[in-house]
């Protein structure tokens, strides 16, 4: 079992930046690929990056590409989204989840096994 919790939302200028990030509990996060999510209000759910376990790759959604970039920090459990040059349009509740290693469909939250409890992320123009 694995438990996610995200922190690090609130509210930021257009423009502007803002980290959140993602702690784990379990011994075998590095074995998991990390995804971002979000969900506006009143829109479906939608892929935002994802860092694979081992070499950790990173793929990003087009919409935040050049603007978001995913990390992780193995040792601590935790994985982060840097989010640059913020728009209106990333407001949504950010979700971070995780995938345990096999299959290669990375951009689809229905292969995610574990999900956190979600973070505001809120960007006025």
């Known amino acids: 079992q694995v438990q996610l919790v995200e922190s690090g939302g609130g509210l930021v200028q257009a423009g502007g930046s803002l980290t959140v990030s993602c702690t784990a509990s379990?011994?075998?996060?590095?074995?998991?690929?990390m995804g971002w999510f979000r969900q506006a209000p009143g829109k479906e759910r939608e892929f935002v990056a994802v860092?694979?376990?081992?070499?950790?790759?990173?793929y990003y959604a087009d919409s935040v590409k050049g603007r978001f970039t995913i990390s992780r920090d193995n040792a601590k459990n935790t994985v982060y989204l840097q989010m640059n040059s913020l728009k209106p349009e990333d407001t949504a509740v950010y979700y971070c989840?995780?995938?345990?290693?096999?299959?290669?469909?990375?951009?689809?939250?229905?292969?995610?096994?574990?999900w956190g409890q979600g973070t505001q992320v809120t960007v006025s123009s």
């Open positions: 860092i694979t376990w081992g070499i950790g790759s990173t």
């Open positions: 379990g011994r075998t996060f590095s074995s998991y690929a």
């Open positions: 989840a995780a995938k345990r290693p096999g299959g290669l469909v990375y951009t689809a939250g229905t292969t995610y096994d574990y």
